[in-house]
């Protein structure tokens, strides 16, 4: 991804991450479409440098420096982030904007069926992360000095006008159920009801990374689409994933027997989340699920786009990104259309 010389980046590095010594050795995170990262070790410590990607870049994505804000600010909140220490200019070794945080040992769960763990533990990694959501959603974003980390009015409003503007900056094919989508979501916006708190934007769970030994939550990862919005969109986002196939490229909890593997459904989990926070179950359900497929397509289609391009993270087959995309947008439209 990155060209770089290793002795300007060790140089940068000593300069501006306390007590970096020596860059012993650099190698890049297969995992992820977005921001190329990379586990750095110096003298026994090891670290993570998260960094944009090269080349023609969409406007707002690949947010580096809204990621090492958020983190920065949830330190103290009780929401679990790494530690951040460093966040470049433009200008830089790498040829980007990165910036580098502490490398939190634990357990990422890459199927969110869990297969390797027992009942119980599945129950209580699913409650971890409800748990996690809702107290993120708590946090006073002025007492943390976020209050203008979004705009104000309807986030969704806002939401369906950049990833439509995205979907379109970054469309390869033409896809009629895509187009249905957007025409659809702007048809039926949902009121702005005044709710705003941070929202991570990407919470699912190989996203997160679980203690070692315990069912809990050591750090959320990937806070690059975070902004003031509406929680029910995290909630929503995360319930849409569990709605798509479990096969292929995306391992949804769409056909798993969720009872009989002790994982929560979809009305459990969202009654939950709820009565963590104190507020009712949400009216137009079926609205932010359809979002969030759109939404993720949207996001997907900026990653195909990129890998035609030739700077994508994980370069690898691109084109499998083509029929997932027009399946989310054909799911999605069937969805919407029962509405």
Same mark, same amino acid.
């Given at each position: 991804?990155?060209?770089?010389?290793?002795? /300007?980046?060790?140089?940068?590095?000593?300069?501006?991450?306390?007590?970096?010594?020596?860059?012993?050795?650099?190698?890049?995170?297969?995992?992820?479409?977005?921001?190329?990262?990379?586990?750095?070790?110096?003298?026994?410590?090891?670290?993570?440098?998260?960094?944009?990607?090269?080349?023609?870049?969409?406007?707002?994505?690949?947010?580096?420096?809204?990621?090492?804000?958020?983190?920065?600010?949830?330190?103290?909140?009780?929401?679990?982030?790494?530690?951040?220490?460093?966040?470049?200019?433009?200008?830089?070794?790498?040829?980007?904007?990165?910036?580098?945080?502490?490398?939190?040992? &634990?357990?990422?769960?890459?199927?969110?069926?869990?297969?390797?763990?027992?009942?119980?533990?599945?129950?209580?990694?699913?409650?971890?992360?409800?748990?996690?959501?809702?107290?993120?959603?708590?946090?006073?974003?002025? +007492?943390?000095?976020?209050?203008?980390?979004?705009?104000?009015?309807?986030?969704?409003?806002?939401?369906?006008?950049?990833?439509?503007?995205?979907?379109?900056?970054?469309?390869?094919?033409?896809?009629?159920?895509?187009?249905?989508?957007?025409?659809?979501?702007?048809?039926?916006?949902?009121?702005?009801?005044?709710?705003?708190?941070?929202?991570?934007?990407?919470?699912?769970?190989?996203? *997160?990374?679980?203690?070692?030994?315990?069912?809990?939550?050591?750090?959320?990862?990937?806070?690059?689409?975070?902004?003031?919005?509406?929680?029910?969109?995290?909630?929503?986002?995360?319930?849409?994933?569990?709605?798509?196939?479990?096969?292929?490229?995306?391992?949804?909890?769409?056909?798993?027997?969720?009872? +009989?593997? &002790?994982?929560?459904?979809? /009305?459990?989990?969202?009654?939950?989340?709820?009565?963590?926070?104190?507020?009712?179950?949400?009216?137009?359900?079926?609205?932010?699920?359809?979002?969030?497929?759109?939404?993720?397509? +949207?996001?997907?289609?900026?990653?195909?786009?990129?890998?035609?391009?030739?700077?994508?993270?994980?370069?690898?087959?691109?084109?499998?990104?083509?029929? *997932?995309? +027009?399946?989310?947008?054909?799911?999605?439209?069937?969805?919407?259309?029962?509405?």
């Amino acid at each position: 991804m990155h060209s770089f010389d290793r002795s /300007d980046l060790e140089r940068s590095l000593q300069r501006h991450v306390a007590g970096f010594s020596t860059l012993d050795d650099i190698t890049k995170f297969s995992d992820g479409q977005s921001n190329p990262t990379y586990r750095i070790l110096s003298g026994g410590e090891a670290y993570v440098l998260r960094a944009k990607p090269p080349g023609t870049l969409l406007k707002s994505a690949h947010a580096v420096d809204r990621e090492y804000r958020v983190m920065q600010a949830l330190t103290t909140t009780g929401v679990p982030v790494p530690q951040v220490f460093y966040l470049s200019g433009d200008d830089t070794p790498m040829g980007t904007q990165f910036m580098v945080m502490e490398l939190v040992e &634990g357990r990422i769960f890459w199927d969110p069926a869990l297969p390797d763990q027992e009942r119980g533990a599945r129950r209580r990694i699913y409650d971890a992360m409800n748990s996690t959501l809702a107290r993120l959603h708590r946090v006073d974003p002025g +007492a943390i000095g976020l209050e203008d980390y979004g705009r104000p009015g309807n986030y969704f409003e806002r939401q369906v006008a950049r990833w439509s503007r995205q979907y379109r900056d970054s469309a390869t094919d033409p896809l009629a159920d895509a187009d249905w989508l957007m025409d659809w979501l702007q048809a039926h916006m949902v009121a702005d009801d005044g709710e705003s708190s941070i929202v991570h934007g990407d919470y699912r769970i190989d996203n *997160i990374i679980f203690h070692p030994d315990r069912e809990e939550i050591a750090a959320v990862l990937d806070w690059e689409l975070s902004t003031l919005g509406h929680p029910l969109a995290d909630l929503a986002y995360q319930c849409m994933h569990w709605r798509l196939p479990y096969e292929g490229d995306f391992r949804g909890l769409g056909g798993v027997d969720r009872h +009989a593997a &002790g994982l929560p459904d979809e /009305d459990e989990y969202v009654e939950r989340y709820c009565d963590r926070r104190g507020i009712d179950r949400p009216d137009n359900w079926e609205f932010y699920v359809v979002f969030s497929y759109f939404r993720l397509l +949207a996001i997907l289609q900026g990653v195909y786009r990129r890998g035609l391009d030739g700077n994508a993270s994980n370069p690898g087959d691109s084109t499998r990104w083509r029929p *997932i995309i +027009a399946m989310m947008a054909r799911d999605a439209r069937a969805l919407a259309q029962k509405v």
